[in-house]
């Protein structure tokens, strides 16, 4: 049996069609917070087992869980009332024989490499974080399969995968904005600007319109006034990047506009104490983020699956 058949696809390319939509989801945001932890405390589990005998072990800890914090964001700085949860489970292989695997200490220490690399708030950041690891070492059988051969990883499930390439010129917008405002060199020259951001592009004909909402951070903002105005210089440097990188007839760009224009309160715009909504009232989950491509494509075909923190032999 073949196992590679080519079809001529008999629908019109995403490029020509009149409307697309595009999403990307911030570092900083919830869920992709749940996404790189538990893909994270994956890695380092996977690199242990390798380290110590030679080859990937049983593990999945692809069930992520961010439960939010509660904040009292304040011009100059407010304060964590409540620490925002992190919650990672499933299974992992932690004995061999009587050499017992640390698997709490692998996957918390992980878990806070990975938080201290993607927020932009404080090096200090991490004790507004409770991280908690519940795993089993996962059914008899199921860990069997890892015995059977050294050769070939085998494996232990049913599941699917779905790509889509070239990317849309849309889609290549939607990425290089995301990747610009989260990158190292923009955070440095604005830090007052969180990591939890979202690129939403939507093209009708060949006319964008990007919603781009981002959270502040409270302590390098002054009052309204000053927030306003840090608000327009980042709008600016968006306009800036589009025009050098967009071919696109028309780029409209709408940010934070949910802001009450006459706010005289913190409460009226979007002000964190970290740059995240995490810390207050919104929620995380793994799989309910970008995809593999980096993107959320609802003009592609899409699965379900999330890759996050699955073993790398097989998708179970």
Same mark, same amino acid.
């Given at each position: ?12 390319p995403v490029d020509e069609r009149e409307v697309e939509i595009v999403e990307r989801k911030g570092i900083g945001h919830p869920d992709t917070i ?106 008899? +059988? ?13 494996? +232990? ?21 995301? +990747? ?63 025009k050098k990188i967009s071919s696109f007839k028309r780029v409209k760009i709408e940010h934070n506009t949910l802001d009450n224009p006459n706010a ?25 983020? +970008? ?20 073993n790398i032999n097989h998708p179970g």
């Amino acid at each position: 049996m073949r196992n590679i058949v080519i079809e001529k696809g008999d629908y019109l390319p995403v490029d020509e069609r009149e409307v697309e939509i595009v999403e990307r989801k911030g570092i900083g945001h919830p869920d992709t917070i749940c996404d790189l932890v538990c893909e994270s405390v994956s890695q380092a589990l996977s690199q242990y087992y390798l380290e110590r005998f030679g080859r990937v072990l049983h593990h999945n800890l692809d069930k992520g869980l961010l439960v939010a914090g509660k904040s009292q964001p304040k011009f100059g700085g407010g304060k964590i009332l409540e620490k925002i949860k992190i919650v990672v489970a499933g299974r992992a292989t932690d004995r061999v024989g009587k050499i017992k695997i640390p698997v709490k200490k692998i996957s918390e220490r992980a878990a806070k490499d990975c938080l201290e690399r993607i927020v932009n708030s404080s090096k200090n950041m991490i004790k507004n974080f409770e991280i908690s690891i519940d795993y089993k070492p996962g059914a008899a +059988n199921l860990q069997e399969v890892f015995k059977r051969s050294k050769e070939i990883a085998l494996a +232990n499930d049913t599941s699917f995968g779905i790509g889509h390439g070239p990317y849309s010129k849309a889609e290549i917008l939607t990425l290089k904005i995301a +990747n610009f405002l989260n990158s190292q060199k923009f955070l440095k020259k604005h830090p007052f600007f969180g990591t939890d951001i979202k690129v939403m592009t939507l093209r009708e004909k060949d006319e964008i319109i990007l919603t781009v909402p981002a959270a502040y951070i409270d302590r390098y903002i002054r009052n309204p006034k000053d927030y306003f105005e840090k608000k327009e210089i980042i709008k600016k440097e968006i306009e800036k990047f589009v025009k050098k990188i967009s071919s696109f007839k028309r780029v409209k760009i709408e940010h934070n506009t949910l802001d009450n224009p006459n706010a005289k309160s913190e409460q009226e715009i979007y002000l964190t104490v970290l740059g995240l909504s995490a810390e207050h009232g919104d929620d995380g989950q793994v799989g309910r983020g +970008n995809r593999v491509s980096g993107l959320i494509t609802p003009c592609r075909e899409m699965s379900l699956e999330a890759a996050s923190g699955k073993n790398i032999n097989h998708p179970g």
